[in-house]
């Protein structure tokens, strides 16, 4: 799509001050050439992959110059200007963070977890404790999936309505807020408004009113696709034109300016920015007119998809060009400065990449030499040269070599020298043991809270009954805990339908009028921003219970539980966290959308995230305990079928804590091991009590949580007295029930105690049926636990366990 010609620059009554134009166009021009070196570095072999800002400069830095110390901007991965105006990135850790540099003093955004341009403000001390978030300017954690910044901005934002409007929260301010003056910006491609979750957060921000401000940066494309395929009308300020407020009712104030226009973009983000931090006004930046000038990133070339007139147009609107037309029209400079400024910037960032890229390779260069040595001192002590000139001269003929190389080299060389036992080979083993650690703190750490405060770390406290115990439903166990939780004003609770009536199942009944609707609040059916409100509000300081209604419906906010929850702490190398927990309920009940367990497609997909399994309401309080106590994010799903079931009403319940990771005996028994979870306790507790008739002693194990699991090695304990074992759930073949027999036979080792093949038995491979028969025919029945017992005890001794059925 060819666009006009610009036209003229925006008239605005602000008086700029030259020397600050002149150091906003200092920024933009080396931010250029920092994009222009990471696509050379991509094609020079010393990069892997790169992303660039460029063409979007001057929009960022009206965007940055709007922003006030306690902000934040929940960005996307062309945001580097914007990060360098602010302060909360610097050039070098731009370029370290390109190489992959493992290094949080070189790259403290991410420790080279993360591509370029992913940059998040370090929040924790190196002991996991919160900073200060209100005298800095703050980076939420880049993600690369598209639209995934826009769930957690609404949290971000929804946080300084709960600081401002909520007196209880002012100890907390100290750390998280200036009485809710705080902005959220949010920065999106055009291309990415197409995504639902776009869509639903606008939604959401204009019915909550809260302090966001959306940028679009609209280059016409989204990679190769022109944006007539991408968006209605073409321009995404038309199709929210009815999101516009007007002097009737609330909405969006939306905003559209060129990305060449200085002037117009400064006016924009003034306006944006007082709206939303005086009024609660959100806001829609529509920045029309950006420009590629690389293309989309160093994976291809723009010259593929786009014609000459188009490449032309972009040339000639190019917001550098521009931006530096207008400084000389206004006389704040003449050709020469600039022309200096524009020299300095090319040397400038050359000077930062070859000291980013220099510091890289001295990182990796103790452990080569190390290897060296220990090479040396194998060949002099065995005088094999021959066996290890081949791996040496392989490594000497990689132009950079990095840690992975090194392993390789090193395990190969104890490959080559298996028949020697003699010292050398033991050091070159001590050297690559050490190695392997080190790359896997550099790698592999941070996934859970290592603070003081993981909840791992929770000291258990049993349920106490009295003597004389009152059985109540299990509805009421959890609504005198969630009481409990809500005198808490950091914990808050989100979601449909927990509000007015008290949520489906009657567990939060009457407190809403107890604690008020900003401690208990209904939202709409909208589960990816109900889940994006909690994350953002718990990495302000606050603890979100945000509810999903039914477990089936959690694959609807799976993608940014998995692609920005799950991985926060780690991909930030311990440098953000978002301690939300999600509430949710499935398991057994009636039909194909209210009765799911599909455990293994969640745990597989959101490691980093403790996830609860309780068999009844007493478990599940104490597990909400837990997690509250802790600092990571967990999710808890609760037995659909256990509200209106009787439970013992303990004494000690607003003390009682679950261990995660801790499997609990249900049933002591000789003869076989039963690991299960959730409902199914029942279910095989059932099954049991017909078994010990049948002569069968089974022990039954509720493993308690999924993520962690068994971290104390009981199953196995208890399989080497059993010597058999059943892995039981409702999660399809191939489930959970594998994930727990590879855990237990495979990590924990206790194949070896085995008499019989150990067996799984799950659901049918389809969803569960409707009504009572659905039920029994779609999930494991006591029968079908009855019966495999029975076969399996039948396998060890057929004479005293004849055939039943055939």
């Known amino acids: 799509m060819i666009l006009p010609k610009p036209t003229q620059f925006s008239r605005v009554e602000i008086e700029f001050n030259p020397d600050k134009v002149l150091e906003d166009y200092r920024l933009a021009v080396i931010s250029r050439q920092c994009s222009l070196l990471v696509r050379k570095e991509v094609f020079s072999g010393r990069a892997k992959f790169g992303i660039y800002g460029d063409g979007k400069e001057l929009c960022q830095i009206a965007l940055a110059r709007s922003m006030r110390l306690g902000d934040y901007i929940s960005g996307y991965y062309r945001d580097q200007t914007i990060g360098v105006a602010i302060g909360d990135l610097t050039w070098p850790q731009y370029f370290a963070q390109l190489y992959g540099h493992p290094d949080r003093q070189f790259d403290p955004h991410s420790a080279g977890r993360q591509m370029n341009n992913h940059h998040a403000t370090r929040w924790l001390d190196d002991q996991g404790e919160w900073l200060d978030q209100t005298n800095q300017y703050n980076s939420v954690a880049g993600v690369s999936s598209t639209a995934m910044q826009i769930p957690r901005s609404l949290g971000i934002a929804y946080a300084s309505k709960m600081y401002q409007f909520r007196e209880d929260l002012a100890p907390l301010k100290e750390l998280f807020s200036k009485d809710g003056k705080e902005v959220c910006y949010t920065t999106i491609g055009d291309a990415s408004t197409s995504e639902g979750m776009f869509f639903e957060c606008i939604n959401a921000a204009g019915v909550l009113q809260i302090p966001i401000v959306f940028s679009v940066w609209d280059d016409g494309y989204g990679i190769s696709v022109p944006i007539e395929y991408q968006t209605t009308k073409s321009s995404i300020s038309k199709v929210l034109a009815g999101f516009q407020r007007n002097e009737k009712e609330k909405g969006l104030e939306i905003i559209q300016v060129r990305a060449w226009d200085y002037p117009g973009l400064i006016q924009a983000y003034q306006k944006a920015a007082k709206l939303a931090r005086e009024e609660f006004v959100p806001c829609l930046v529509h920045v029309i ?62 000077k930062y990449q070859k000291e980013a890229f220099a510091a890289y390779m001295a990182s990796i260069e103790p452990d080569k030499k190390a290897f060296l040595r220990v090479a040396q001192n194998l060949m002099e002590s065995t005088n094999e040269g021959n066996l290890l000139s081949p791996i040496l001269e392989e490594l000497k003929q990689l132009p950079y070599p990095i840690f992975s190389d090194l392993v390789r080299a090193g395990r190969k060389t104890l490959r080559a020298f298996r028949v020697y036992q003699g010292p050398a080979v033991k050091l070159l083993r001590k050297w690559l043991s050490e190695l392997e650690e080190r790359n896997r703190l550099r790698f592999s750490s941070h996934q859970i809270s290592q603070s003081q405060h993981s909840p791992l770390l929770v ?124 509430r949710t309920r499935g398991h057994r009940l009636e039909g194909i959308w209210h009765s799911g367990s599909p455990m293994a497609v969640l745990i597989n997909g959101l490691r980093g995230i403790h996830f609860c399994v309780p068999r009844n309401m007493t478990q599940a309080a104490g597990m909400y305990r837990t997690l509250l106590k802790g600092d ?55 099954a049991s009590e017909t078994l010990a008739t049948m002569g069968i002693s089974v022990e039954v194990i509720d493993v308690q949580t999924l993520l962690p699991f068994d971290r104390t090695q009981s199953i196995a304990a208890s399989i080497q007295k059993t010597h058999r074992v059943l892995f039981a759930d409702e999660d399809m073949p191939g489930g959970t029930t594998a994930y727990m027999m590879q855990e237990v036979l495979d990590k924990q080792g206790a194949f070896a105690w085995l008499d019989t093949p150990a067996r799984c038995l799950a659901a049918p491979p389809h969803r569960p049926a409707y009504s009572s028969d659905g039920d029994y025919f779609s999930k494991p029945n006591v029968e079908n636990v009855v019966d495999t017992i029975y076969e399996m005890m039948r396998e060890s001794d057929p004479g005293l366990f004849p055939a039943i059925y055939f």
């Open 289 to 350: 007119e950006c420009t590629q000038p690389q293309g989309h990133s160093a994976s291809g070339s723009h010259e593929r998809y786009k014609s000459a007139e188009r490449l032309a147009w972009e040339h000639d609107v190019d917001c550098n060009v521009l931006f530096r037309q207008w400084v000389l029209d206004q006389g704040f400079a003449n050709e020469e400065a600039l022309k200096e400024i524009e020299e300095a910037a090319v040397l400038e960032a050359r």
């Open 632 to 686: 990571d994010p967990g999710i808890v799903v609760e037995c659909l079928n256990g509200y209106r079931l009787k439970e013992a009403l303990p004494e000690n319940l607003d003390e009682i804590t679950v261990p995660l990771g801790i499997p609990e005996v249900l049933r002591e028994g000789t003869d076989i091991t039963i690991v299960t979870y959730g409902s199914m306790c029942r279910i095989v507790m059932e």
């Open 459 to 582: 000291n258990p406290v049993k349920p106490i009954y009295p003597k004389e115990a009152t059985f109540v439903d299990g509805r009421e166990i959890l609504n005198k805990s969630f009481a409990h939780f809500l005198e808490d004003p950091k914990v808050f609770i989100l979601g449909e339908d927990v509000g007015k009536i008290g949520d489906v199942n009657q567990t939060l009944a009457g407190l809403q009028e107890v604690f008020g609707d900003l401690k208990i609040t209904d939202t709409g059916i909208r589960e990816i921003s109900i889940v994006g409100q909690g994350i953002g509000a718990s990495m302000r300081g606050l603890r979100p219970i945000v509810e999903i209604q039914y477990l089936d419906y959690i694959f609807y906010p799976f993608p940014v539980l998995a692609d920005d929850l799950a991985c926060l702490h780690y991909r930030t190398a311990g440098g953000q966290k978002a301690p939300m927990i999600l």
